[in-house]
């Protein structure tokens, strides 16, 4: 263990360097102290654990070769004593699947990798990841209000109407223009604030409170909805349904009655769901599935690619529309191994005769080649993060009324090397 | 033994830019005692496919981190290569990784260190 202090005034925080080569840890030390951080090196896993075990770090560097250990059993160590909000930097010297398999890997266990790094180091990217971390302070205000959180607080907040939906527009690839909607469920409480549905919704679905909580974010979605489709031809509103409702055969004759009471046609709405949710119960899955589509309700396989059953569910289930989740979009600039996985949904999709969404589409350069790969919608950040029904109507509208008015627009976006789409406002 | 190795100077000017000179001295004196012991270890086991390996993945970067470009690529090959081939085979790779580094060790201790890394 060596301590290397920091050459400025003003702390960063503690650094954490792990690296059995002398010179690497050197080279990070020196540059983290001069970054601002107070700095500990440790040339091995047991130095290293025995240090994360006596005291904590803001940010941690992490060789994936330590020896006769490696660095993922020491991410195991950080995760089961719950160091979720440490930010780490991950460096391999192994090849690049390696490095994000094991990204992926720490993301699974909830842990803040900050940057994925590839040796001999690159010295710009260590510093803006040893730069990147987030905030101690608001890690620490979502730990608080997570404590908050109980199952109680959630009923009460169905119960009195706190729950909302935000829509995320979902934007047709070829055209630009906006052809739907995802509703989201929100919680904004007068006691806690903003809550996450990181937080809630596990909690909803542990405590059997996402029956009540389906309902009340369908109906909820199809009223304010109502305006977006009406406006806007071919617009759908998708809604998420969780397992707990999938076992209950009357699902379709409900959502056709709140359709009916709410003059929504029902080839507006999109039932969204897991694989793993259709699969829990197959037979009961394929029962609710094919009614909503007789119906004419439209069905998702959401989060696609994420589950144990992607190809049973793809083959048994009626669904007409396919979402790639958002793990293999995020990143699939830079990431082959993810575009690999994106091209197989798309020629899956098309052999099914679904429709291809790709979720987290979060920058112009995932829009290219999700579009390149085939994909015929996309959603994400780079579009519209979800917004409240006031702001989402009009972005939708001016979004719309841009494109049709700009028919030049629409034929470049069709080329591959066109601009994504985006519009300005 | 006195020719100079193969040697980006780029690398070595940009880590001498983040660093600055001492620093940067520092870890260069580090790697050179630190490569020598690596080293030494593979040619008293050269037919260790396992420690030439693990030896190996170290020095590639390492010796990259400072623009020893041949170096880094002979470590790089006895690397992927220590697990494949022959015995004979491997203790002649190791000692031609042995001679690079006596080349780029020396290069270091006369040129680059009295320089001040100037040269850089």
């Known amino acids: 263990m060596r301590v290397i202090a920091r050459q400025t005034t003003e702390s960063m925080g503690r650094l954490l360097v792990v690296d059995d080569d002398l010179v690497q840890r050197s080279i990070i030390g020196k540059i983290g102290a001069k970054l601002g951080y107070d700095t500990v090196t440790a040339s091995s896993f047991e130095v290293a654990a025995g240090l994360l075990q006596r005291g904590a770090f803001d940010v941690m560097t992490l060789d994936l070769s330590l020896g006769e250990h490696d660095g993922v059993e020491l991410l195991r160590i950080v995760a089961d004593r719950g160091l979720h909000a440490m930010s780490i930097v991950i460096i391999s010297g192994c090849d690049d699947r390696i490095l994000n398999s094991t990204k992926r890997f720490a993301n699974g266990l909830r842990l803040s990798v900050a940057a994925g790094l590839t040796k001999p180091l690159d010295l710009d990217q260590l510093r803006d990841a040893l730069q990147s971390r987030r905030s101690a302070a608001a890690v620490a205000a979502t730990d608080q209000t997570s404590a908050n959180i109980t199952p109680e607080r959630i009923a009460t907040a169905i119960a009195r109407g706190e729950l909302c939906v935000e829509f995320q527009p979902k934007v047709d690839i070829v055209s630009g223009r906006v052809v739907g909607a995802e509703a989201l469920a929100r919680w904004c409480a007068r006691d806690l604030g903003i809550v996450s549905p990181a937080v809630f919704i596990p909690m909803a679905e542990q405590c059997g409170l996402m029956p009540a909580m389906t309902d009340c974010i369908l109906s909820s979605a199809i009223a304010q909805g109502r305006k977006l489709i009406e406006r806007n031809p071919g617009f759908t509103i998708a809604v998420n349904v969780s397992a707990a409702l999938m076992s209950d055969l009357a699902l379709p004759e409900r959502i056709e009655d709140i359709l009916r009471r709410e003059q929504v046609p029902a080839h507006a709405l999109i039932v969204e769901m897991t694989e793993t949710t259709a699969m829990a119960d197959v037979d009961r899955a394929i029962d609710i599935l094919v009614r909503l589509r007789i119906k004419n309700i439209g069905a998702a396989i959401d989060d696609f690619g994420t589950g144990y059953s992607s190809l049973a569910a793809l083959a048994r289930l009626p669904f007409n529309e396919l979402k790639i989740d958002q793990c293999f979009v995020k990143g699939c600039e830079t990431d082959d191994d993810m575009m690999k996985i994106i091209d197989a949904s798309v020629g899956l999709a098309r052999a099914f005769n679904m429709k291809v969404v790709a979720e987290g589409v979060d920058s112009p350069e995932a829009l290219a080649r999700v579009r390149h790969a085939g994909c015929d919608i996309a959603q994400g950040y780079f579009f519209a993060p979800s917004l409240k029904l006031a702001r989402a109507e009009n972005w939708v509208s001016q979004r719309n009324a841009f494109v049709a008015q700009h028919s030049l627009f629409v034929d470049r976006s069709t080329e591959p090397n066109g601009d994504g789409g985006r519009l300005a406002g | ?120």
Do not use: C, W
Not at chain 2, 49 to 76: C, D, M, N, P, V
């Open chain 2, 1 to 120: 033994m006195t020719d100079a190795p193969a040697f980006d100077k780029s690398v070595l000017r940009q880590l001498v830019s983040e660093l600055g000179a001492e620093d940067t001295a520092e870890v260069l004196t580090a790697f050179v005692e630190d490569t020598q012991r690596k080293v030494d270890l593979m040619l008293a086991d050269a037919a260790n496919a396992a420690l030439i390996r693990q030896e190996a993945h170290g020095i590639k970067s390492s010796a990259a981190t400072f623009g020893f470009a041949r170096l880094s690529a002979l470590a790089l090959e006895l690397e992927q290569g220590a697990a494949v081939v022959a015995s004979d085979q491997l203790r002649h790779a190791t000692g031609l990784l042995g001679q690079e580094f006596q080349r780029t060790s020396h290069y270091v201790r006369s040129v680059l260190l009295p320089s001040n890394l100037e040269i850089a």
